[in-house]
């Protein structure tokens, strides 16, 4: 079964860091580029990161660049999203996805983890 | 503020169409043929039903299609049942400092 599960959520205090994983089975990882989506409580769907198949391309949205970043372990299947200086906006559902097209980075997404939940509070 | 504005709500009953539209600019929607649309039931995660504008992934219904027309991109769902009701979100790849934006989002209420 293809599937992606997203773990590292939790409560955290602002200005502090979190690191979340995003661990891949049943396809060949390091085919497809893979990103990160998140949701706030209520609120629609919000870019975050993405990363191509072979780390070489990287992309980040505004609102984290310089605070988050996006790594991968193609030998280990997973992918990771270090998050710095957090803000109680970050607070949000993380999704990780997986990228539709091989060795492409579309930004189609076709296969989404069940999320990972951040709350940034004090 | 989203860079893709959709309308908040559309409606219909089983059996009609009804079309989700996606407005962007000439730096998103009107220069790539990168847009996808998503439907997200209540509390789960979301589901891809179009890509590059009118690609439809293997499993999707055919009930389902995308079109674009300028800085307009349009998602039409035909033949309504219940299960269709959900929010619907719209993406695109743009050329500013953030290269993928959603729209606000749509929530289709089957009557």
């Known amino acids: 079964e293809v599937q992606l599960v997203e773990s590292g959520g939790g409560l955290v205090q602002p200005g502090r860091s979190l690191r979340l994983s995003c661990a891949a089975s049943?396809?060949?990882?390091?085919?497809?580029?893979i990103h990160w989506v998140r949701q706030a409580p209520g609120k629609g769907l919000e870019w975050v990161s993405g990363i191509s198949w072979n780390s070489g391309v990287i992309n980040y949205a505004d609102s984290v660049k310089g605070r988050f970043t996006i790594s991968r372990d193609n030998a280990k299947n997973s992918l990771y999203l270090q998050m710095n200086s957090l803000r109680a906006e970050d607070t949000a559902l993380y999704y990780c996805?997986?990228?539709?097209?091989?060795?492409?980075?579309?930004?189609?997404?076709?296969?989404w983890g069940q999320g990972t939940m951040v709350t940034v509070s004090s | 503020q989203s860079a893709l504005t959709q309308p908040p709500s559309v409606s219909g009953s089983p059996g009609q169409s009804v079309t989700i539209s996606c407005t962007g600019t000439s730096s998103d929607v009107g220069s790539y043929n990168r847009v996808s649309w998503y439907q997200q039931p209540p509390g789960t995660a979301p589901k891809l039903m179009i890509y590059?504008?009118?690609n439809r992934p293997s499993g999707v219904p055919d009930r389902f299609s995308g079109s674009k027309s300028g800085n307009t991109a349009s998602l039409t769902i035909s033949g309504l049942q219940a299960e269709d009701e959900a929010d619907y979100f719209c993406?695109?790849?743009?050329?500013?400092?953030?290269?993928?934006?959603f729209g606000g989002g749509t929530k289709l209420t089957v009557l």
């Open positions: 590059e504008v009118s």
């Open positions: 049943g396809f060949t990882f390091d085919d497809y580029a």
């Open positions: 996805a997986k990228d539709i097209s091989s060795y492409g980075y579309v930004g189609a997404f076709d296969i």
């Open positions: 993406i695109s790849y743009t050329s500013s400092s953030t290269p993928w934006v």
